[in-house]
């Protein structure tokens, strides 16, 4: 799969899946703070049927600061985006981003040093589902 996602396939419906990485997010240190239903919003705005698709926004307030302090607009990349997306058949697929790789342009040290603990983290979300 990608090199900018942590992506793992869950024998489990969407509804399923997103308490589990609800769960292993909160467990890391993350919040939920956005939660975006692309499938209702498509076909609300533009009247199209799409697979269950969602994107949760979660944020570690202690590294979300550390970030800010070390790129003050570093929130335009901000928060850490997880998508959950159904693939029929009772499975689900999660997928994180990695921060390392969608910050890479981005040459500041510090910086690096706290996307590297939010990767971190966000792998073991991942290989915890």
Do not use: W
């Not at 698709?53 to 928060?79: D, T, V, W």
């Not at 790789?101 to 966000?122: G, Q």
């Amino acid at each position: 799969m990608a090199d900018y996602t942590f992506t793992r396939t869950l024998d489990a419906d969407l509804a399923t899946a997103e308490a589990r990485a609800t769960s292993a997010l909160k467990d890391e240190g993350f919040g939920v703070l956005t939660e975006i239903d692309v499938q209702a919003t498509l076909k609300k705005k533009i009247d199209v049927d799409v697979p269950g698709y969602k994107i949760l926004g979660a944020c570690n307030p202690p590294l979300a600061h550390q970030a800010i302090q070390a790129e003050p607009r570093i929130g335009a990349m901000l928060p850490c985006n997880v998508i959950l997306r159904d693939l029929g058949d009772g499975r689900t697929e999660v997928a994180a981003i990695d921060p390392v790789a969608s910050m890479a342009a981005i040459e500041n040290d510090e910086l690096d040093r706290v996307a590297t603990e939010v990767r971190d983290r966000l792998q073991r979300v991942v290989a915890a589902l």
